[in-house]
């Protein structure tokens, strides 16, 4: 049992803890949520080993919204855009694990402006940061040395739609939703789900700070907060760590597929003026995968001769060898992207998993106080290779089925009688699945539904049936290919594959992982527990090292888990989560699923730019 010091602060700590939060690069904390939070720490302790923990100090919302990313802020944003219609006065508020709103999103991309259009329709005038505009549409499909240039699929087209750093427009909206009143708050990571006495979701915990890598507790320690409400809206991304228990919880699985995912791992680049080709928009097949993995590769020529650059790995490979990182080094050497990258300057490094399910892997959306949004719940439409729209549609529709039903109990609220008990009730927002089912969303991931799986026939035959689908069938046949098995199910013994042997890093267009690490701008408290859990490290040795040879190793796109030499002449599992770039990929490729992603310090991970 935790224990506290006799020694309690409410006067300079509460204003240190904010102001420290808020010069943390949160530039979304000030004002009146200043004074919110301000009011929301108004018992921080600091603790050792002599009293018994106290109670989180909570606060109640009409929503609670996990993640500022486009589906979580489109959502918050609705919803006061409809507060403000109808007069009446909602508390939103929005938490967000990265240290500033932007600063998790791993940013360029191409984006389709048709959820921002319905949001907000003079984002132009707004100065939404989408200012470059698809020009051109290329694709190839590589081989070790050369290059083919193939007709651009009807779905590959991209007129009307804009390269932009999507870190960015996340900056953006966040701005919008706080000039309209949501609490934004970033630094804070939602670690616990929190239920009431029924099982309904009644809104989240955040994290304890200040805790010790050995689990005691330091000076710095506070309390993480309790965030009540009638409903939560989970916005966490792909993978998401409160998500992942709630498909357990409320069975939201049981009638889709298993989810599948791609690793995407990405770099930005500012390159000589000469090869900069403003708008342009190349996507790759082929090299450097092979025919039996999933994947490609997208390039997209942005701003002040910037170019994003980055390869996306289907996680359901097979050798254990493999490494998705080494593979990107490989691409970049190909003499389509090498002669475009000599001469230039990497300046930002990234990685992130996606979800490559699609319409047979979304789950159930909703569940007693709750609701699942965006990536979270698996929208990506994966020929396109886009979900940032579908993110900010599925927000706008929860928020549009929620705003009726709170009203609703809100008006029931303030015709009680005084002295009598408000009891919160948690919603569930029948109308947003419907709703769904009636958009834009939903016609085109379920066109799309069987281009991903036809793709584990091999990459020319996949690409032949997804000919036929795309100008026959158009989503009109009347079967749906099934994904399989889920990723951490596919790997094969160490000892039935081959090797593969990586070249050394150039320095100059290769870099070995640790220099990339660097650009990411990664960083957390060394000292707190590790926030990579594994469950069992007899089944770490006994299945991941002896059956696949450490895979953890290489599948990490930021060098976290190492095999070392142990006291006792055996490899022992090292993870250095400093180095964590929140991508998830352990997560979902463990082959037990022996490892947890859970949150770590709020503020901690990566830290993207603007490019």
């Not at 200012?131 to 193939?150: G, P």
């Not at 791992?265 to 996507?283: A, D, N, R």
């Not at 089944?539 to 599948?555: M, Q, T």
């Not at 463990?590 to 949150?599: A, E, G, K, Y």
Request: glycine letters at 10%; one cysteine or more.
């Amino acid at each position: 049992m935790l224990k506290s010091l006799s020694f309690i602060s409410k006067n300079i700590n509460k204003n240190q803890i904010v102001n420290n939060v808020s010069n943390n690069g949160s530039k979304f904390l000030f004002g009146n949520q200043k004074q919110n939070m301000k009011s929301m720490y108004s018992s921080i302790r600091f603790f050792s080993s002599e009293q018994e923990l106290p109670p989180r100090d909570a606060d109640q919302f009409d929503v609670v919204i996990v993640g500022a990313g486009p589906s979580g802020l489109s959502a918050a944003i609705r919803l006061k855009q409809l507060s403000e219609k109808e007069g009446k006065d909602l508390r939103v508020c929005v938490v967000e694990k990265g240290s500033e709103v932007g600063s998790h999103i791993l940013s360029g991309a191409v984006m389709d402006p048709k959820a921002l259009n319905e949001l907000i329709p003079d984002w132009r005038e707004k100065g939404a940061p989408l200012s470059t505009e698809v020009k051109q549409d290329k694709l190839y499909y590589l081989t070790e040395n050369r290059s083919w240039r193939l007709p651009t699929p009807r779905l590959f087209h991209n007129e009307g739609n804009y390269i932009i750093s999507l870190g960015n427009v996340v900056r953006w909206l966040g701005e919008q939703a706080e000039a309209m009143g949501v609490e934004v708050y970033p630094s804070f990571a939602a670690s616990e789900v929190l239920f009431d006495e029924n099982g309904a979701v009644r809104g989240i915990a955040t994290n304890d700070m200040g805790i010790a890598k050995d689990g005691s507790l330091t000076s710095n320690f506070t309390r993480g907060m309790e965030l009540n409400a009638k409903l939560t809206i989970f916005a966490e991304g792909c993978r998401g760590s409160l998500t992942k228990g709630l498909f357990e919880k409320f069975n939201l699985r049981d009638e889709c597929d298993p989810q599948c995912f791609g690793l995407g791992i990405k770099e930005t680049w500012e390159i000589k003026p000469e090869k900069h080709q403003k708008g342009l928009v190349i996507h790759t097949l082929g090299y450097p995968l092979n025919d039996e993995i999933m994947g490609g590769s997208f390039i997209y020529h942005a701003d002040n001769n910037t170019v994003n650059l980055g390869l996306v790995v289907g996680l359901d490979y097979t050798n254990p060898y493999l490494n998705p990182y080494q593979e990107f080094q490989k691409l970049k050497l190909h003499p389509l992207v090498k002669d475009m990258l000599e001469g230039g300057t990497c300046i930002q490094y990234g990685a992130r998993t996606i979800n490559e399910g699609g319409f047979q892997s979304i789950p159930k959306l909703i569940f007693p106080g709750g609701a699942l949004v965006g990536c979270t719940a698996g929208f990506v439409n994966v020929p396109k290779i886009k979900g940032s729209h579908y993110a900010m549609k599925t927000g706008i529709l929860a928020a549009e089925a929620a705003f009726p039903e709170l009203i609703s109990q809100q008006e029931k609220e303030q015709q009680q009688q005084d002295g009598e008990t408000t009891k919160i009730e948690p919603l569930l927002i029948k109308e947003y699945p419907e709703q769904l089912k009636e958009s834009w969303v939903w016609k085109e991931l379920r066109e799309v539904r069987n281009y991903r799986p036809s793709l584990h026939w091999g990459t020319l035959p996949g690409l032949i049936y997804g000919a036929l689908e795309m100008y026959i069938f158009r989503g009109l046949a009347p079967w749906t290919l099934r994904n399989g098995k889920p990723d951490n199910e596919t790997l094969k013994p160490a000892a039935e594959c081959e090797k593969i042997e990586y070249k050394k890093p150039d320095g100059q267009i290769t870099f070995d992982l640790m220099t990339s690490v660097m650009r990411s701008g990664t960083n957390h408290e060394e000292n707190q527990p590790i926030h990579l859990k594994v469950r069992d490290m007899n089944v770490a040795k006994k299945v991941n090292r002896d059956i696949y040879d450490g895979p953890e190793g290489r599948f990490c796109p930021a060098g976290v888990y190492e095999w070392v030499e142990g006291d006792k002449g055996e490899k022992e599992l090292v993870r250095n989560s400093v180095f964590c770039l929140h991508c998830k990929t352990c997560d979902i490729k463990d082959p037990t699923q022996n490892i947890d992603f859970t949150v770590p310090e709020g503020g901690g991970g990566p830290k993207y730019g603007a490019m």
